[in-house]
């Protein structure tokens, strides 16, 4: 369970990315993450993920993790798949997913059972592992950037817009794949523009507005909710 309680992020003087956040993450969930650009989405994921200094109290599984390391954080069962990818476009696609596996490296057996569940569910992956992760399309490489998030065999998992320059076909495919790696077990805190998509595989979902969470509920709820309809489905 992720339990975060007030959390407040400043940049510098201005007014701040995130002002007093309380979200919900349980065994089991998918949850997605809705709001306009700016709202304070991957502020949060920053946050979580140890990279940005906040206020307030993150829990994992009942421990303290808000003071942590990044690669603490890791080894503790969350990992995140940061916007825009961020591969290493030079090296080979099984090396970007291997480097996932880091913070878990002396554990070979493991990691070759993490690259292969990896592969089970992304077959295009497994065609292109000894490509470089340059020469993969778009949306090939969102596959192995989720993948190489996988490799780390996290509980939680933060996926900031996995759908973002994916073409409509390929969109729905990826929230598929999604969809897969929370039935199996593994906690998705999804952030989503595409809030028809991202509701589809949700348990439940957040609205943020200027760093607030102004909405919140199941995900009928708010695909049934006039506000949503209004600034994410375009109805
Ligand atoms: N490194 C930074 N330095 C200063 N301000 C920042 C920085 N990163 C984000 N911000 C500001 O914090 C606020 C929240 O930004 P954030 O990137 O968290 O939003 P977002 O919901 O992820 O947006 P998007 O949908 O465009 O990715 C914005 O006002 C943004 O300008
Ligand atoms: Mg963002």
């Keep these: 369970m992720l339990e975060v309680r007030g959390l407040r992020v400043r940049y510098g003087t201005s007014s701040p990315a995130l002002d007093g956040v309380d979200l919900t993450v349980a065994p089991g969930e998918c949850v997605t993450l809705l709001g306009a650009n700016g709202s304070g989405k991957s502020s949060l994921f920053s946050a979580l993920s140890g990279l ?12 303290d993790v808000g003071k942590l390391r990044p690669a603490a954080i890791v080894a503790r069962g969350i990992a995140q798949c940061p916007e825009g990818r961020k591969l290493f476009p030079e090296l080979s ?24 569940r990896v592969c089970t569910l992304f077959p295009d992956v497994r ?13 090939q490489q ?5 993948g190489r998030a ?12 996995p759908s973002l320059g994916l073409a409509p076909r390929m969109v729905q495919a ?8 929370n039935r199996a077990g593994t906690m998705v805190l999804l952030a989503e523009q595409n809030a028809y998509a991202a509701l589809s595989i949700a348990h439940r979902g957040y609205v943020l ?21 209004k600034a994410f489905i375009g109805a």
């Design 52 to 63: 940005l200094r906040f206020d307030g109290d993150v829990r994992f599984e009942g421990d």
């Design 93 to 116: 696609v099984e090396k970007n997913l291997r480097l996932g596996a880091y913070v878990g490296r002396r554990d070979r057996r493991g990691t070759d059972e993490a690259l292969e």
């Design 127 to 139: 065609d292109k592992l000894r490509a470089p992760a340059g020469a993969l399309s778009g949306g």
């Design 142 to 146: 969102q596959m192995v950037a989720i």
């Design 150 to 161: 996988l490799m780390a065999r996290p509980k939680l998992l933060l996926l900031d817009e």
């Design 174 to 181: 990826m929230l598929d794949a999604v969809a897969a790696i």
């Design 209 to 229: 507005a200027n760093g607030k969470v102004v909405l919140e509920g199941s995900a009928s709820t708010l695909q049934q909710n006039e506000l949503v309809k």
